[in-house]
């Protein structure tokens, strides 16, 4: 009897050695803990305080229900600044605080940050089968002086129609995030002009700047403006559309209630002077914090005037009232939703628009790969008529959905795709619901003139891809060449003609330095595969396959 009592507790003792470190591991993982500062070195001019606020550290203490939770909140961290592809090396290390309360533990991280030279000049010559050949330099920094400002600058000179007869010069300086005495400058510049032989021609000239998060009197305000102007002939330039736009945040009513207010002049302007001139003004107002049964939601309005500056006086041409609001669903899915009343005096009409949209997810950059999902839902559905007499209702629904997703199969290849499609129930659309979207440019492998517009009920483009690195020049640069397939499907823009259908295919190759990591070299061709395919049925006739070269320094998505 003593041996077996012996036995038991030798045993015992060895179950509570091999299990106890077990044990406290576990104990110390699902224990509350604090984040109580995050700190960051930067090797580099980046500045750290800028940095912190741009990846959404707001606070200076945050709790965690377990250690492991805070293990992923400093990794999301460190994804994050990963995806801003401007940083060499990026890594951290969690130190443990004296506290007084031992229930809870206590860290800090300290963040380790490596800047990357971000500063690019690349004169270049391209070919694109849309228009022919251009030469140019192009200016790029991701990161101007470590203020996390992005300047990109290009000046070109291409073929006109695939010719030099008349060529087009262009040029553009687009500046955003500037840091500019406690404010942020967003600032850019386009112009587009030709020469024949009679001088210089179609000039066309924008501008814009914005500034936002000026702060007076504790309240927050945003001030911006944009001009658009076009050459008339060799010696003036007018026809100017001239939009200035005002709004101030965070007007306290009561301790739960906000006011907001915003005003925006459009000024079209007729020649070359401000003989001839018309402008529009609208102002609107929306206060936040309403207590609305389960939610607080933010009510708005808006009046439009157009005013004629000649007789001094101004005409209510439309008025609209709503109410909107946004919720973090379960799974981290973002969901917003909103309602607006419109009376239209000009049309006559009235309007009921409610609009939803949901989104999802996040794409995560892994060295030169990527991986992750995001989906973007939304849909706006209308009730309108004539509010002077009585004919149908009508009630159109719009929607749109955009998807990426991207997955690492065996540390060496790289599956891609996108979707991009619309549906509306009543009313032919053009494509994505914009006559600026080109579908054309949603292929490669189809010139823009072959498909420059679209309208109809419904359509979609799915890309897809699959990467794999080609040649990879450890800590220099990588290769990665990667096959492509581009389909279309439209609803037929001819009564009774049936499904529009598109298919491209080609080959992508992109160059990307480890120094240069947010400027991957892309040159890809694709073909037109209805044409490649006519031509093995030899249906082609006298025509040629189609086909689309193009180089540049971004990716296609």
């Not at 179950?15 to 509350?32: C, D, K």
């Not at 270049?124 to 990161?143: P, T």
């Not at 404010?183 to 021609?201: H, P, V, Y």
């Not at 794999?468 to 009564?495: M, R």
Request: with cysteine; glycine share 8%.
């Amino acid at each position: 009897m003593k041996n077996n009592r012996t036995f038991k507790t030798v045993a015992i003792w060895c179950v509570l050695l091999i299990t106890g470190p077990f044990i406290s591991l576990y104990a110390e993982a699902i224990s509350p803990v604090q984040l109580v500062g995050i700190d960051m070195e930067v090797k580099g001019l980046t500045s750290a305080q800028r940095l912190l606020r741009q990846i959404g550290v707001t606070s200076e203490v945050y709790e965690f229900d377990s250690y492991d939770d805070l293990e992923k909140f400093i990794v999301s961290l460190q994804q994050k600044m990963t995806n801003k592809r401007i940083f060499d090396e990026i890594s951290y290390e969690l130190i443990p605080e004296l506290s007084d309360d031992l229930s809870v533990k206590r860290y800090r991280v300290w963040f380790y940050v490596d800047d990357a030279f971000t500063t690019l000049v690349i004169p270049y010559a391209k070919y694109d089968s849309n228009y022919g050949a251009k030469a140019g330099v192009k200016l790029f920094d991701h990161n101007v002086l470590g203020t996390l400002s992005e300047l990109a600058m290009t000046s070109t000179i291409r073929q006109n129609d695939l010719s030099w007869d008349e060529p087009v010069y262009f040029t553009s300086l687009t500046w955003n995030r500037i840091p500019f005495f406690g404010t942020t400058l967003d600032t850019a510049a386009e112009l587009n002009i030709r020469q024949t032989a009679d001088g210089f021609t179609d000039g066309d000239l924008l501008t814009s700047f914005n500034f936002s998060d000026l702060s007076l009197l504790n309240h927050r305000f945003n001030i911006s403006a944009q001009i658009h102007t076009f050459q008339l002939d060799q010696e003036y330039w007018g026809d100017s559309e001239i939009d200035i736009s005002f709004s101030i945040h965070d007007i306290m009513i009561t301790e739960t209630h906000n006011l907001a207010l915003s005003t925006t002049v459009s000024i079209d302007q007729n020649g070359h002077g401000f003989d001839d001139f018309a402008y529009t003004l609208f102002t609107g107002a929306s206060v936040s914090g309403i207590d609305m049964l389960v939610t607080d939601i933010t009510l708005n309005t808006g009046l439009n005037f157009a005013v004629d500056p000649y007789r001094i006086s101004s005409e209510l041409t439309s008025i609209y009232f709503g109410a909107s609001d946004s919720y973090a669903l379960p799974f981290g899915v973002s969901y917003a939703t909103g309602i607006k009343y419109v009376i239209d005096f000009a049309d006559p009409r009235q309007y009921v628009t409610f609009d939803n949209s949901l989104s999802y997810g996040r794409i995560d950059w892994k060295h030169n790969y990527r991986e992750g999902l995001s989906l973007s839902l939304s849909n706006s559905l209308t009730y309108r008529s004539h509010y002077l007499y009585e004919p149908p209702a009508v009630f159109p629904s719009y929607t749109a959905f955009h998807a990426k997703a991207f997955a690492i199969l065996f540390d060496s290849m790289n599956i891609g795709s996108r979707f991009t499609g619309f549906y509306s129930t009543v009313d032919p659309v053009a494509f994505m619901n914009s006559t600026a979207e080109i579908p054309a440019q949603y292929m490669r492998g189809i010139l823009d003139e072959d498909f420059p517009s679209y309208t109809g009920r419904y359509g979609g483009i799915l890309n897809l891809n699959v990467m794999g690195t080609l040649i990879d020049l450890d800590g220099i640069a990588e290769l990665i060449v990667s096959p492509f397939l581009d389909v279309g499907i439209f609803e037929g823009e001819e009564p009774g003609a049936g499904l529009r259908t598109e298919y491209s295919g080609g080959i992508e190759f992109y160059g990307i330095f480890d120094s240069y990591q947010s400027y991957p070299f892309n040159a890809s061709i694709g073909l037109d595969l209805s044409d490649v395919s006519a031509w093995f049925a030899r249906t082609l006739g006298d025509g040629t396959i189609g086909y689309e070269i193009m180089m540049s320094l971004n990716l296609f998505y």
